[in-house]
């Protein structure tokens, strides 16, 4: 069975203090690694796709990293703002569709 | 600027009524998504529809309903046979190029009273 799961369920950092979220990822054929940003309220907005082992994105402070089995996303020294919820999703060759499965995210706070 | 619409923002329902949230794109995206999101669980899909006149159910589509008469809009109704409808509800378009992610609007919290 295809399934998701995001690591650790939150996380409470200092500002400046740099970590990782996990997402590891059983799937049969991966189209497609997603990462989203979710604010209270409001819907997920896109961060980055992934489509192979060893590929690496970079945006601002995130950088994201994928395996064959999971992929990280680092937060290097983040600020207040960084403060979300941040979702991991993937995308199975097997859907024939665009459906995604999604992991329950990482509630992230960063405290000034 | 491109994007898609939801609406309301938030809606309650009383017992035994339905309620239509409604979703608008104009990013010319030919797939449109429900999900629901409860709190401690991933996003469930509800129904997904690749095509005007045409739509599949999802994972938990009991209770809900949905048509695809335009592709811009792709609106869901709640009907009274679903029996846990409080949660947030979110609407996602993508294009025919499956890796550029979904877009999402901006949510409906829907609560009933």
């Known amino acids: 069975e295809d399934q998701v799961t995001q690591s650790p369920e939150a996380l409470r950092l200092q500002e400046g203090e740099s970590s990782s979220l996990n997402c590891s990822y059983t799937?049969?054929?991966?189209?497609?690694l997603f990462w989203y940003r979710q604010d209270p309220g409001k819907g997920p907005e896109f961060l980055f796709t992934?489509?192979?082992a060893g590929e690496e994105k970079e945006k601002e402070r995130l950088k994201a990293t994928l395996t064959k089995k999971e992929s990280f996303l680092h937060i290097t020294a983040p600020k207040p703002e960084d403060s979300a919820t941040y979702l991991c999703?993937?995308?199975?060759?097997?859907?024939?569709?665009?459906?995604?499965?999604f992991g329950t995210g990482t509630r992230l706070k960063v405290l000034a | 600027d491109g994007g898609i619409t939801q609406s309301p923002k938030y809606l309650f329902r009383k017992e035994g009524q339905n309620v239509t949230l409604s979703c608008e794109q104009n990013?010319?995206?030919?797939?449109m998504y429900w999900y629901r999101q409860d709190p401690g669980q991933g996003l469930r899909l509800i129904y997904y529809?690749?095509?005007?006149?045409?739509?599949q159910k999802g994972d938990i589509a009991e209770g809900y309903s949905v048509s695809r008469e335009k592709k811009e809009s792709f609106p869901l109704t709640v009907t009274s046979a679903q029996k846990n409808p409080t949660a947030f509800y979110l609407c996602?378009?993508?294009?025919?190029?499956?890796?550029?992610?979904?877009?999402f609007g901006s949510g409906t919290r829907l609560t009933v009273v």
């Open positions: 996602a378009s993508s294009s025919g190029v499956a890796n550029y992610g979904y877009t």
């Open positions: 529809s690749q095509i005007v006149n045409d739509f």
């Open positions: 999703a993937v995308q199975p060759y097997a859907s024939g569709t665009y459906k995604y499965i």
């Open positions: 992934l489509y192979s």
């Open positions: 799937v049969s054929g991966l189209r497609g």
């Open positions: 990013l010319n995206h030919d797939a």
